[in-house]
Nanobody
Framework: QVQLVESGGGLVQAGGSLRLSCAAS????????MGWYRQFPGSQREMVAT???????NYADSVKDRFTISRDNAKNTVYLQMNSLKPDDTAVYYC???????????????WGQGTQVTVST
């Protein structure tokens, strides 16, 4: 089974840091553009940061200069380093891969299961 497995969420005080990881598991040969999204209660998912396979990055204005997205193509893994966290960053964070080459053939729009990030005052 091919899936994205996230880790690293949790509870942190305002001003603290967390690092999220998301790894493609199963027989995955290549992963295209990847990204992190978040969802607040009662709202749609919003883009936090994306990174292309060639490492070009894009950030939401609300996280610029605080969050850093990176990836390891050899490990089919994407990371999100979150610094200077604020209570407004509290949300469920999801990783996404736009495409994957797998033993089952090409897949598109693959989402992780989500990980809760809670920032306390």
């Amino acid at each position: 089974q091919v899936q994205l497995v996230e880790s690293g969420g949790g509870l942190v005080q305002a001003g603290g840091s967390l690092r999220l990881s998301c790894a493609a598991s199963g027989r995955v040969y290549t992963v295209g553009d990847m990204g992190w999204y978040r969802q607040f209660p009662g709202s749609q998912r919003e883009m936090v940061a994306t990174i292309a396979r060639d490492f070009y990055t894009n950030y939401a204005d609300s996280v610029k200069d605080r969050f850093t997205i990176s990836r390891d193509n050899a490990k089919n893994t994407v990371y999100l380093q979150m610094n200077s966290l604020k209570p407004d960053d509290t949300a469920v964070y999801y990783c996404k891969a736009d495409s994957m080459g797998t033993q089952y053939g090409p897949l598109t729009d693959i989402w992780g299961q989500g990980t809760q990030v809670t920032v306390s005052t």
